[in-house]
């Protein structure tokens, strides 16, 4: 097969019913109504990969103030007071609680900087 007949052969595979593909640009001309007008064609094929996610738990403690763990969650993760205080109460309240979920680095750069103002914090996989 000669490289004109390949090229032939790669151009009807590639025809369609309403229009060609431009060889080389990635666009598609219409061919309705007699009118060549270029037309963006959409790549579906992409793939993405997931990230796997973490808890980033903060733990109830005798030793820290609600007032510090309000503040430490609201440096840390950029909360308003009210969501701080909602993550701090479940703390007391329960033991434990969710302070958000996110990937592996983020949440083990979060759990870190609440430990730097004294929190037990911990991480672990969704």
Not at 41 to 69: A, C, F, G, S, W
Request: aromatic fraction near 4%; charge should be negative; include cysteine.
């Amino acid at each position: 097969m000669t490289r004109d007949e390949g090229r032939e052969t790669r151009k009807k595979k590639t025809d369609e019913d309403e229009g060609t593909r431009d060889e080389g640009r990635g666009t598609m001309h219409d061919k309705r109504d007699g009118a060549s007008k270029p037309r963006t064609v959409t790549v579906l094929e992409e793939q993405r990969t997931h990230l796997p996610l973490y808890k980033v738990l903060i733990h109830n403690d005798d030793v820290n103030t609600m007032d510090h763990v309000v503040g430490a969650l609201m440096q840390v993760f950029k909360l308003k007071r009210q969501s701080s205080e909602r993550i701090m109460m479940e703390a007391h309240d329960n033991g434990l609680a969710l302070c958000t979920v996110e990937p592996f680095e983020k949440a083990e750069f979060h759990r870190d900087q609440l430990q730097s103002f004294s929190l037990f914090a911990t991480i672990e996989p969704e």
